[in-house]
């Protein structure tokens, strides 16, 4: 269906080993406060799986390559920025499965915010051989030898993270989308709304989908048709993409679609905004009983801890819901 990473936002259970020997490697990020990754290098095999649990502020699990060790690489893994508030006790992971172990990997936090964590050292590597030229110690200081007018990951100037199933074999394995494919945005609580705009998206193979997060902290979780607020097991996830009301670069978060024959379904995973009607959908049939009105009436209809207790949930959305045809968003 789609190319993604797993994301979980919850101590959850670890993704299953692709063989009886796999091991399950646990990385900390951002333990005590620092900023470091620890451990800052493993070691890895085909089948290995790799967690993520993010312990402190704000930082993010983002591939590079060891020649740009704080640029994005393109289409490489990226787990999107992980806030970790104070006394929270369930902490967020990002998870994925190394199917390649003959190459390294190399990764960083595009945190930037107050300080560049990257130039700082807050790196991290895979299978990185400590006796070679492509050492951790020298691809660490590479980083903090970098130039601190390097771009961050997500800024408006319409960068694009590529979600991947899986960790990529290589860096030259995580090729860009084809170029014949078209790049369709999606604005995410556009104007202070409980919306996706446009909500419902035709898109074909090839075509990558970009959400721009402009106001709040919404996420773009992927779901079902019948569960329109429930998570879906190994789904994409972006995580929750923090805005400030001043902020001047906006997270985006894209995925590259690889099959356009199924509808696909999504909501904003934060308190009761699915509920609120905050969905999306990829090429939904307006005319099907599982048109994007009706995922949309589903979730309204969906139960929530946190719903609003006066009933008035569709006034507070701020665009309509005739989808009689469905969004043939314009391409780029």
């Known amino acids: 269906m789609l190319s993604f990473t797993r994301l979980s936002v919850a101590l959850a259970v670890l993704a299953p080993a692709l063989s009886a020997y796999a091991s ?15 451990p800052s290098n493993i070691s890895a095999a085909v089948g290995d799986v790799v967690t993520f649990q993010f ?17 994005p690489l393109a289409g490489g893994i990226d787990s999107g920025f992980q806030p970790v508030a104070a006394a929270a006790k369930n902490l967020p992971e990002f998870i994925f499965t190394i199917n390649n172990a003959s190459t390294p990997l190399f990764f ?29 110690a020298a691809f660490q200081a590479n980083a903090e030898a970098s130039s601190s007018s390097t771009p961050t ?17 290589s860096e030259s394995s995580a090729s860009a989308p084809a170029s014949s494919g078209s790049d369709i945005l999606v604005l995410v609580g556009q104007n202070n709304s409980l919306t996706f ?15 721009q997060f402009q106001s709040k902290n919404h996420s773009v979780t992927q779901s079902s048709f019948a569960s329109p607020c429930v998570p879906l097991a190994g789904g994409v996830d972006s995580g929750f993409q923090a805005v400030a009301p001043d902020a001047t670069a906006l997270p985006v978060f894209s995925f590259t ?5 199924t509808p696909l379904f999504f909501f904003s995973k934060q308190n009761a905004e699915c ?3 905050m969905v999306f959908s990829i090429n939904q049939n307006p005319n099907s009983a599982k048109s994007f009105a009706a995922f949309q009436a589903n979730a309204e209809a969906s139960v929530s801890p946190s719903a609003n207790a006066n009933g008035n949930k569709k006034s507070r959305r701020m665009h309509s819901r005739d989808f009689a045809f469905a969004a043939n968003v314009a391409r780029k």
């Open 24 to 38: 399950n490697i646990l990385v900390l990020v951002g333990p005590g406060n620092q900023l470091v990754f620890s």
């Open 55 to 71: 312990q402190s502020k704000n930082h993010s699990v983002t591939q590079s390559s060891f020649a740009s060790p704080c640029l």
């Open 108 to 136: 960083f936090s595009k945190q930037a915010a107050l300080v560049n964590e990257c130039q700082k050292g807050m790196v991290f590597s895979i299978n990185a051989n400590p006796n070679s030229a492509k050492s951790f």
């Open 153 to 169: 990951a997500g800024a408006s100037s319409g960068s694009k993270i590529l979600v991947q199933k899986s960790a990529p074999a």
């Open 197 to 211: 705009s446009p909500s419902n998206i035709t898109a074909q193979v090839g075509d990558t989908v970009t959400f």
């Open 257 to 261: 679609l690889n099959n356009a024959s």
């Open 275 to 277: 509920q609120e009607g």
